[in-house]
């Protein structure tokens, strides 16, 4: 079952006094199936981080559409746009958002309270999410008493404790050591296992090396993708290097 379409999506800058436009998006146009985890590539500037701000909602494509479960992201009224992303988006970002006067309990339960749960179920889907996760524990402390890897993970707690249609992740390991980036890695495929979907942003080999799909953004295009199939990590990983390398030296598409 397909839960994102993105159908010819072309996005256009016009610089501040109209001189000049610039096309950051060209056409784009791709699926991503339920339960499936995409990594995103590219070059800085090559048009990823705008994708990713149409995908959240954030910015709206100059034509074409984002269809996500049905549902035309185009067709949502300006005033209800917090709402459809607090709704069906889960996110997880390279400096995590988290709120320091908050302690990471509630910085998860944040969303549910916007959208106005009970106490009652908040508590019990935090717990077995925090369980998973591994963060019991330090739910009481505040986000400046725990490491960049346990923010982390209290990040994906509140990315996933809404029960989200897609989890979209902007660099989520950029701002890790070694350690975490693999803790983090090893909690999104399980999470993913669980049928969470996934769409990740990163510049990572490593990090889309776990990934099922990996789609290579060029000057505003898709240039390329890579299926897992059959691949272990380290395959992958090779094949990943591979086309980064093709799109640096300015190969054909592949």
Known sequence: M??????????????RFGGNKVEALKNVSFEVE??????????????????LNILASLDKPTSGNIILDGQPLNNIKENKL???????LGFVFQEFNLLDTFTLEDNIYLPLVLAGK????????????????????ILKKYPYEVSGGQKQRVAV?????????????????????????????????????????????????????????????????VFHQIYRGTCTNEQLYQKISYTLTMLATGGDRI
């Open 34 to 51: 339920q339960g499936e985890y995409v990594a995103i590539m590219g070059e800085s500037g090559s048009g990823k981080t705008t994708l």
């Open 82 to 88: 917090a709402t459809f992303r607090r709704d069906n």
């Open 2 to 15: 397909t839960i994102l379409d993105v159908k010819q999506v072309k996005k256009i800058y016009t610089t």
């Open 157 to 221: 707690a509140r990315a996933i404790i809404t029960n989200p249609k897609l989890i979209l992740a902007d660099e989520p390991t950029g701002a890790l050591d070694s350690k975490a980036t693999d803790e983090l890695l090893r909690l999104f495929s399980n999470i993913n296992a669980d049928g969470n979907t996934i769409l990740m942003v990163t510049h990572s080999v490593k990090a889309a090396s776990h990934a099922s799909r990996v789609l290579f953004i060029k000057d505003g295009e």
């Open 118 to 137: 009970s106490h009652s179920e908040m508590q019990t889907r935090l717990n077995s999410i925090a369980n998973k996760l591994g963060i019991s524990h």
